[in-house]
């Protein structure tokens, strides 16, 4: 029976260490999610500023579903847009970036013009004017 005891109480300190060790595995991957993003921030401020020909050839987006639980244990979901849009240059070469759902609104697959970017992050999209009256 003292046995017994024993094992139901290292049961209890194990999820206590379990959730520890829970707690320091989120804390990394939030510390390496941060140095990611500074670092990529990083090399985009110190990419130059480039404005070349490109076409727009693909769109797509990508929908996350969020399921929220107040302590009334009621529920709530909602639902968050994530757009992206393919562009590719003279030489075929593609590149994909993510925009604000009003920009992404206002291309075209085919739209073709001046693509304003540095690195990753997308600056700006200049349709070129095909003479349409």
């Known amino acids: 029976m ?7 109480d290292w049961m ?3 999820a206590s260490d379990l959730i520890g060790i829970m707690f320091v595995i989120l804390f990394i991957i939030f510390i390496f999610q941060l140095i990611n993003g500074l670092s990529q921030w990083k090399k985009n401020e110190e990419s130059p500023r480039l404005a070349v020909p490109a076409v727009v050839k693909s769109k797509r987006t ?3 579903g969020h399921v929220h639980t107040n302590e009334q244990h009621i529920s709530s979901q909602s639902s968050s847009t994530a757009y992206y849009i393919t562009f590719e240059f003279e030489g075929g070469d593609r590149f994909e970036f993510h925009l604000s759902g009003k920009e992404f ?4 697959e085919g739209d073709s ?10 600056l700006g999209f200049a349709r070129k004017d095909h003479g349409v009256s």
């Open 2 to 8: 003292d046995g017994f005891d024993v094992s139901e």
């Open 12 to 14: 209890f300190s194990g």
């Open 62 to 64: 990508k929908v996350t």
């Open 105 to 108: 609104g206002m291309l075209a």
């Open 113 to 122: 013009g001046t693509l304003t970017f540095q690195g990753t992050r997308y």
